[in-house]
């Protein structure tokens, strides 16, 4: 098992919900959180909600997949490698999601009755903390996954350089943080497989709490991509 991976599973993860559960206060939150209200405005701006089947790949406590399912009657998997967070998600939201990595998850393969399976797949701040040597890997199997139309919802950091960044919560514990530059939404679009829907940006300190000295470092984007049914590259005949 990858070591970054095997971490989270094993101590960042529930080390996380424990440092949320303490920002709550006396009233944890049963309903929709104000992060993930304004994913779902997103998505409805630019496509109809209604039915879908959706994936969220590390849905922490699971508010948006249980609006989506009780408001929008989607068909939801949610995957959450908090146990305390998955915990969470039964008693406050009776909705049951698998504890695990993506890497390590039930779908993380390329069987056939796993392609094209879902409408939207969510990965809101997840993508940088995966280990480089699961990255493409992933990035293959959420392609592999989602529906021709269907489209990825992206939160992620999107510098103008590229850096890994030290989990300050675990010092000396190699664990990084790894900053795409232009987001890990470029490796999608680069197929030539993908459009960008829309996007978000913004420059927010609020969400990396040891600055790096480079205002740039903490350019957020929230993007949606579609993917086409074909390719967006034009056939050259050779004459």
Known sequence: MDKQD?????????????????????????????????????????????????????????????????????????????????????????????????????IFNLDCENQHRFDIIICDDVLSWMSRDLILSSLGVIDWMLKPGGSIFLRD??????????????????????????????FFLKTGKYLEVSTYLRNDAKYQKVGTGRVDSMIWADSILTKINGSLYPIEILT
């Open 6 to 106: 095997k971490f989270y599973l094993d101590n960042e993860s529930n080390a996380f919900f424990d440092r949320w559960w303490e920002s709550q206060g006396e009233k944890p939150p049963t309903k929709l959180r104000k992060s993930k209200k304004e994913i779902l405005e997103q998505l409805l701006k630019v496509r109809k909600m209604k039915d879908l089947k959706v994936l969220e790949i590390g849905c922490f406590i699971s508010d948006l997949l249980s609006h989506l399912h009780n408001d929008y009657d989607c068909d939801i998997y949610g995957i959450e490698s908090s146990n305390k967070a998955c915990q969470y998600a039964k008693k406050h939201f009776s909705i049951n999601i698998e504890n695990a990595t993506f890497a390590q998850s039930k």
């Open 157 to 186: 950091f999107s510098p103008t350089f590229g850096f890994a960044f030290e989990n300050h919560h675990w010092p000396g514990e190699n664990i990084y943080n790894f900053k795409q530059p232009g987001g890990h939404r470029e």
